[in-house]
């Protein structure tokens, strides 16, 4: 029989197991960009359950110890490999609930119930993915007729390396790359690392500290600095947020009306399609602006909002915001939060890195945005706690990066709020995305709308490879630069301006309107300039080209074509 103690310190040794080869489990991640965290947010989703299991007494029940580490991944799951390990150990807590010790018996329906919760959480699973990996394992196990919980555990690693070395026949992908999939053998180092105490009763030691969370910020804050401690409210000098829709006539000019905009405020966008144009501006003449922009069409959607107001308000709630950033000092699962204002219908979340894109997302209407994006994403108790400062009834939130949507969507079942995650996939679609709320619609209308809206959106990336490889045919150096269209790797190159405004104007399309490019921390502002006016210069005519200062890092451009 296995006691609370074993099944404690079964679920530490396989953290430990996994952290110590993490770094191994990153880099069989078949696409070069640098986003090799699928061993990094693993490891960092299990810690999580390392730190609480620490905490238990060693007379501890199974049950007790299952539910503590399925908690605590919950709530510390990072990237879609972290969420599913999460859901296998979910389900292996519902298996052993009421129990005080485990048999063999036990043991097989938890990877049953493991199994079963994570396929279920997956809208269409692959097969060849960790998965497969827990699935085969599961069956096998259940098939062995082995009653013998060491013996029974050694033969559950064994299906499971089995099940991992087949990965590559079952996804073209791996067998193209020669490597096995990463997020199944993560899973066989934490089975293993379990199984060194079942059959060994040794617990693996950690070779290195685990990593911090990602910290929650709002407006241009970072590294816990708040951008309200640095400013004050007399240095807003276009102090009205104003947005509207123009309802074009047949000759309105999107081109004149953003240069009107533009030297009559800041922050200017503008997004146009074959009927209206949706313009955003901070000015200190809202009257002017919409008197001007009636010339070209009536008038829409209006929202004007006095932005000092809103700084002196948001200023009310920096210590409730500060308390989220420190949440994880705080015990697990207790969440300090703002209270819901039923007066106030919908709140936004954004997930962002760079100073540059947390302005631009805040100044859209972002009430907290979560430090993360590619290498980074953050956890689930991360969202939770970002939703949980925002006084609204309902909070959308925008994940702006495929890795993080299954995070965000484990906030659902968490935060004590009506939560709507739109399955934002890149920043431009973000941005797209909170142009097209409508404070006058319903949830289910702005959900819709403004996912249409984003999905018309184009991505380009422009990144470097952060290893050596062969991918889809092409023999890739590490330090290469990468040009990426919708997530697909389109050229190479070794100028990182040449990439940048090739892939642009590859991703100009007859009804093109305008391309946005958003540089990152390690371009600096002379060279994000030249880049955007040559962008302009290569791109057809008629197609209006700006630029962002977004500070993100691994990128050193993101493109936004629309």
């Not at 070069?32 to 359950?49: L, R």
């Not at 026949?169 to 199944?184: R, T």
Request: net charge negative; proline share 3%.
């Amino acid at each position: 029989m296995i006691s609370g103690l074993t099944l404690k310190n079964c679920i530490i040794s396989g953290a430990n197991a996994l952290s110590n080869r993490r770094a191994e489990v990153d880099e069989l991640n078949v696409f070069p960009v640098p986003d090799g965290d699928t061993g990094t947010n693993m490891s960092m989703t299990i810690g999580a359950a390392r730190a609480e299991l620490a905490k238990l007494p060693d007379d501890c029940t199974v049950e007790r110890a299952a539910q503590t580490a399925a908690s605590a991944m919950l709530r510390g799951a990072r990237g879609n490999s972290g969420v599913i390990s999460s859901l296998l150990f979910r389900g292996f807590s519902k298996a052993l609930q009421g129990k005080r010790t485990a048999d063999a018996a036990d043991l097989i329906h938890a990877l049953e119930m493991g199994v079963e919760n994570a396929y279920k959480a997956v809208m269409k699973p692959t097969e060849g993915t960790m998965l497969t990996v827990a699935r085969v394992a599961s069956e096998e196990a259940a098939a062995s007729g082995i009653t013998d919980e060491a013996e029974l555990w050694a033969f559950v690693c064994e299906s499971a390396q089995k099940a991992l070395e087949h990965t590559p026949e079952q996804l073209p992908v791996l067998k193209k790359a020669g490597v096995v999939d990463a997020g199944g053998q993560g899973l066989c180092y934490i089975f293993e690392g379990m199984r060194s105490v079942l059959v060994d009763g040794v617990v693996i030691q950690a070779a290195e500290a685990a990593e911090k969370s990602a910290k929650l910020s709002t407006s241009g804050a970072g590294k816990g600095v708040y951008a309200d401690d640095l400013m004050k409210v007399e240095d807003i000098k276009n102090g009205y947020c104003t947005q509207f829709l123009v309802n074009k006539n047949p000759d309105a000019s999107s081109k004149k009306l953003r240069a009107f905009l533009e030297s009559n405020g800041d922050s200017v966008v503008v997004i146009e399609d074959d009927e209206v144009i949706n313009c955003h501006v901070h000015t200190a003449d809202p009257g002017k602006i919409v008197s001007h922009a009636l010339q070209y069409g009536y008038l829409t959607n209006f929202k004007i909002e006095n932005m000092h107001e809103q700084f002196l308000a948001r200023q009310a709630q920096g210590e409730g915001l500060k308390k989220q950033a420190a949440a994880e000092a705080a015990p697990s699962g207790e969440f300090t939060y703002a209270a819901v204002d039923n007066d106030r219908a919908f709140g936004f979340v954004a997930v962002a890195a760079g100073e540059g894109l947390k302005d631009i997302f805040t100044d859209l209407g972002v009430d907290a945005v979560v430090s993360g994006g590619q290498t980074m994403n953050p956890a689930t108790e991360d969202i939770v706690a970002a939703v949980q400062s925002v006084p609204a009834r309902t909070v959308f939130v925008l994940p702006n990066n495929k890795n993080i949507i299954m995070a965000a969507e484990q906030a659902q079942g968490i935060a004590d709020r009506a939560v709507v995650v739109l399955p934002t996939r890149t920043i431009p679609q973000g941005i797209t995305a909170m142009l097209n709320f409508n404070q006058d619609e319903s949830e289910h209308e702005n959900a819709t709308n403004m996912m249409q809206a984003a999905d018309r959106v184009a991505t380009g990336l422009v990144t470097f490879a952060a290893r050596d490889s062969d991918f889809d045919g092409r023999k890739i150096k590490k330090g290469e630069i990468l040009a990426l269209e919708n997530g697909k790797l389109v050229s190479t190159g070794s100028d990182i301006t040449k990439v940048t405004y090739r892939l642009a104007r590859s991703m100009c399309k007859k009804d093109t309107s305008f391309v946005t490019v958003i540089s990152g921390c390690d371009v600096s502002e002379e060279e994000a300039e030249r880049t955007t006016a040559l962008v302009q210069a290569k791109c057809p005519a008629g197609i209006e080209v700006s630029h962002i200062a977004g500070g993100q890092p691994v990128y050193y451009y993101i493109i936004s074509v629309e």
